[in-house]
């Protein structure tokens, strides 16, 4: 099964907000609401920030919202940070997937 | 609370093991993978074991060459890495399937990493 689909890059000023894209199959993104999204700097562990789509787990700033319409989810990070500034990657259920899992190809995100 | 060791250099034809210790509470009630990057900076699952370690699964491209497997009483998960190729090279992460995820279908905590190069 294929990747899902995402940007290479992102990019906005500070306090601005950036959406984020990760385009699948109906097999996969547009099967369920089981896609999650996960925040890596370089060096340290990825960190999950969104799941089932739009949930936040403890600790996660209303800052990061999901959404999904159709075979298509995303992410939005509202108010850039310099922090926010890390590679994200969604990640989607995908019942015909040996993992029964499929990742994105990732997102750099820059804050100008 | 994830902590992976083991990564090296090592030749084509060679072997790893990679370990995984966990210092959070509820072990043996978790999936566990082994996810890896590669140069590319993809993710992908290569191997995942269920919480009492009675079933595993590899992606393809590992499937008779890797194995993964579990010590609940240690809290350690293992990938023992055989016959590694080129493509094997890649940061290494142990992630662990959340419960509060319907279909197991996230990851709640991850390890940093441990780097494994296949290189002659």
């Known amino acids: 099964q294929s990747a899902l689909t995402q940007p290479p890059s992102a990019s906005g000023s500070p306090g601005q907000a950036v959406t984020i894209s990760c385009a699948g199959t109906s097999s996969d993104v547009g099967d369920s609401n089981y896609v999650s999204w996960y925040q890596l700097y370089p060096g340290k562990a990825p960190r999950l920030i969104i799941y089932e789509v739009l949930k936040r787990p403890s600790g996660i700033p209303a800052r990061f919202s999901g959404s999904k319409s159709g075979n298509t989810a995303s992410l939005t990070v509202s108010g850039l940070q310099p922090d926010d500034e890390a590679d994200y990657y969604c990640l989607s259920y995908a019942r015909n997937n040996h993992f029964a899992v499929v990742f994105g190809t990732g997102t750099t995100v820059t804050v100008l | 609370q994830l902590l992976e060791s083991g990564g090296d250099v090592v030749q084509p034809g060679g072997s790893l093991r990679l370990s995984c210790a966990d210092s959070?509470?509820?072990?043996?009630?978790?999936?566990f993978d082994w996810v890896r990057q590669g140069p590319d900076m993809g993710l992908d699952c290569v191997a995942s074991i269920s919480a009492d370690g009675s079933v595993e699964s590899y992606a393809e491209s590992v499937q008779g060459r890797f194995s993964i497997s579990r010590d609940n009483s240690q809290k350690l998960v293992f990938l023992q890495m055989n016959s590694l190729r080129f493509e094997d090279t890649g940061l290494y992460f142990c992630?662990?399937?959340?419960?509060?995820?319907?279909?197991?279908?996230?990851?709640?905590?991850w390890g940093q990493g441990t780097p494994v190069t296949v290189s002659s």
């Open positions: 959070g509470l509820g072990f043996g009630s978790f999936v």
């Open positions: 992630a662990r399937r959340a419960i509060f995820c319907r279909r197991r279908s996230c990851f709640d905590e």
